[in-house]
């Protein structure tokens, strides 16, 4: 089946550093969606960024990903973190196989520090 | 529009309680899940429903967790019976035609 991975469980950076997290999957699908999730302490998971094409960046709130199916990734990039940003990211796919499947990695907490 | 809404947002249940947790999904949406968050396993998926017809049970969740949705704007997940194991966050989704989903703030469970 489907499956995300999410290779850094915790990042600490410092504020004004830039930040790449790592989301590689795999499908057997064609018709298929990605995601990035965000979810502050004690909040709802919030959409942050989604995209199905390929080798076009996504950008919102100063976070981009691009989808590049040749690697199978759909990496999270920002230039440079504010506090604001410490939040758990979740990267998901979503298969479009007659009913949806909706796969989610395991999360990365990203603290960022003064 | 509304969001997706969940009750009770904390719930302290007793070992061997039953104990039923409620989610109304956004107006139009026809996709509803029901996930379990904790900081090791991260998000596992509960129950799917599209259009009120259970998709997916959650599989090694079936013997003591329940989800049902009696019409399109309501759903309850069922525990019974709750177990410490069972403490987590509670999380409820919904979405339209395989698009983002939006969660619900979600209901604390612990289980003493």
């Known amino acids: ?114 | 529009d509304a969001g997706v809404t969940q009750t009770p947002r904390h719930e302290v249940a007793e070992k061997g309680q039953t104990i039923i947790l409620k989610c109304e999904p956004v107006s139009g949406h026809n996709d509803l899940f029901w996930y379990r968050q904790t900081k090791i396993q991260g998000l596992e998926l509960l129950s799917y429903f599209r259009s009120k017809s259970l998709m997916e049970d959650g599989g090694a969740f079936k013997d003591r967790f329940k989800a049902e949705m009696l019409n399109s704007s309501f759903s309850t997940l069922k525990i019974q019976p709750t177990e410490p194991k069972d403490s987590a966050v509670y999380l409820c989704a919904s979405s339209r035609d395989w698009d983002e989903q939006y969660f619900g703030p979600g209901t604390r469970l612990t289980v003493l």
């Open chain 1, 1 to 114: 089946g489907d499956s995300v991975t999410q290779t850094e469980g915790l990042v600490t950076l410092t504020e004004g550093l830039p930040v790449k997290l790592n989301c590689t999957y795999q499908t057997a699908y064609s018709d298929v969606a990605f995601f990035w999730y965000v979810q502050h302490l004690n909040e709802a998971p919030k959409l942050l960024l989604r995209s199905s094409t390929d080798n076009k960046r996504t950008e919102h709130q100063g976070f981009h990903a691009t989808l590049h199916k040749s690697s199978s990734s759909f990496h999270l990039q920002k230039s440079s973190v504010q506090l604001s940003d410490s939040a758990l990211y979740f990267c998901a796919l979503s298969d479009n196989t007659g009913y949806q499947n909706f796969y989610f990695g395991k999360g990365t907490s990203l603290t960022v520090i003064p």
